[in-house]
């Protein structure tokens, strides 16, 4: 499906289930089954891919990370803040627990590629991938096969559909009404 070595994608052999499970206790997540399935049949590598065969990965821990960060920089810096998450606290640092809480409770976005991520919940097929910077979030795909056809020009791309998959915490509309609100 995805045949362009001008963007640096190559494949290697997918990942077996042990492979995957090791993956998934390590970064304490589930791959959706979509993505799951993908990864199995060949692993992308190159820039901006992770290594899920890697153990521990420094990149992957990071990219882990950085919607969770991405979002408390913008309450820190930007005075972000989501009404269902109360009164905003005075205090920086209580601000700040109370995002990290809701965090901790939101579905892991899993990187696919770059800063474009899939939930890990529902553990379902056709989860949206997002494109995520800080509170920027935006759906990039509206499934995983929507994704990979529209990030890397792919023919057979299918009309957008009048409802995608909502997230629990993730809801794009949501975000995009606080942030340009």
């Keep these: 499906m995805l045949k362009s070595a001008a963007r640096g994608v190559h494949f290697t052999q997918g990942l ?6 090791r993956a998934e206790e390590n970064y304490g997540f589930r791959f959706p089954p979509d993505l799951r399935a993908f990864l ?3 692993l992308p590598i190159g820039l901006h891919f992770p290594d899920w065969r890697a153990q521990n ?19 820190e810096m930007n ?16 601000a700040k627990a109370v995002a990290i809480a809701r965090l901790d409770e939101a579905p892991r976005l899993i990187p696919v590629y770059a800063h474009r991520m899939i939930p890990d919940r529902p ?7 997002l494109s995520v910077h800080q ?18 020009g792919l023919l057979g791309r299918k009309p957008w559909p009048s409802e995608v998959r909502q ?7 949501r975000w995009q009404t606080i942030r340009w609100s």
């Design 16 to 21: 077996t289930d042990r492979e995957i499970t």
């Design 40 to 42: 199995q049949t060949a």
């Design 57 to 75: 990965d420094a990149s992957i821990i990071e990219l882990l990370k950085m919607p969770s960060q991405g979002v408390l920089f913008d309450v």
């Design 79 to 94: 005075d972000f803040w989501l009404p269902e998450w109360g009164p905003r606290p005075k205090q920086m640092e209580e």
């Design 123 to 129: 553990h379902q097929v056709g989860n949206p991938v």
């Design 135 to 152: 509170t920027d979030i935006i759906y990039y795909g509206f499934d995983l096969d929507d994704y990979f056809r529209h990030e890397f």
């Design 167 to 173: 997230v629990p915490f993730w809801d794009v509309e």
